[in-house]
């Protein structure tokens, strides 16, 4: 059978606020310069009411991954949850414009919160402070997931960060279970170190039983299997999940699929924004791997991707990750 999509993603739905901010800004606010800081609503309403001139675009890592390679070319789709607020209608308007379908409605109710913001204060320095509400993404549930798209999809892409409650918990397996009852593949992007410490058994479970590709950073992968040795854990991930891939900032990206291993190395630049560099990989090498190129190309594609994104701000692509990839003879 043909499915509808070649990507699906699942992740936080974040409307990434930018503004730009001088150092007495970040000090009147009480604003921790340069690092990504979680506030609560009333927090978040007073910071957003501080912004002068904002400019908004949908984001969330996966929702990044997926525009990337929806940018390539690829039938794509993004469940995550919003309010019915301004930011809401924002994000799923967004999408929509972006050719990404967005089949999760904004969701009333006084009970919801408001929609997930990251709201990033920029220095004349280029310097990026990021006050994170999680909001009403971060509780996406099973409830939430639309098993017509899951299941619909040939290749389905989750979020760590969801993985952090129990409801989130609850979804992926929902996801993971329609997708592979439709004939698809799942995989999860590891996120972050401190999420995979919180929840270590429960991530080797998930890509032991329910996942078929798994993408993680050095960190990631050390932290899920408490070792200093990164060999050690990719060989232990490797014996329980079909495809892993190690991003490794400037070090070669390794990517082990049964006895197949490649490395492909990275070129080294200084970054302007390193945002979104993960995101942008995954975007490229799932383009890869859903185009049946080899593991090699796959991770060159993701590779390329990443290194257009680094070289300005913002965490998705400026130029056409096509034109990056026909540069380096990848298509």
């Keep these: 059978m043909t499915q509808t999509y070649d990507l699906v993603g699942i992740g936080n739905a974040v409307v990434d606020v930018i503004s730009h901010a001088d150092d007495s800004f970040l000090d009147n606010m009480g604003i921790q310069k340069g690092i990504m800081q979680l506030v609560e609503r009333e927090r978040a309403e007073i910071l957003y009411g501080a912004m002068t001139d904002r400019v908004q675009a949908p984001g969330g890592s996966v929702g990044n991954s997926v525009y990337g390679a929806g940018s390539l070319g690829l039938k794509t789709a993004f469940l995550g949850k919003v309010k019915d607020d301004a930011l809401g209608i924002f994000y799923q308007n967004g999408m929509a414009a972006d050719g990404i379908d967005f089949p999760n409605p904004p969701v009333s109710g006084a009970g919801i919160a408001p929609t997930t913001r990251s709201m990033i204060f920029v ?61 698809g593949q799942a995989g999860v992007t590891l996120s972050d170190p401190f999420c995979v410490d919180r929840h270590r058994d429960d991530f080797r479970r998930l890509i032991a039983e329910e996942m078929d590709f798994t993408l993680g950073n050095e960190e990631e992968w050390l932290a899920l299997f408490q070792t200093e040795d990164l060999q050690d854990a990719l060989s232990q991930a490797a014996a329980v999940c079909d ?6 900032s400037g070090n070669p990206v390794i990517l082990i699929q049964g006895d197949t291993r490649v490395e492909v190395p990275v070129v080294r630049v200084t970054p302007v924004d390193a945002t979104g560099a993960g995101d942008q990989f ?38 056409p990750l096509r034109d990056v990839f026909a540069e380096q003879g990848l298509i």
């Design 123 to 183: 220095s004349p320095d280029g310097e990026r402070s990021m006050n994170t509400y999680l909001g009403a993404g971060a509780d996406f549930d099973e409830g939430d997931v639309d098993a017509s798209v899951a299941g619909n999809t040939r290749y389905l892409f989750l979020e760590g960060y969801l993985y952090d409650k129990d409801e989130g918990k609850r979804a992926f397996t929902a996801a993971a279970q329609a997708c592979h009852d439709g004939g």
């Design 282 to 319: 995954a975007a490229g090498f799932l383009y890869g791997v859903a185009t049946g190129q080899t593991l090699e190309t796959a991770g060159k594609m993701g590779v390329a991707a990443a290194a257009e994104v680094i070289a300005h701000v913002g965490p998705r692509p400026k130029r």
């Design 243 to 248: 495809l892993i891939v190690c991003t490794r």
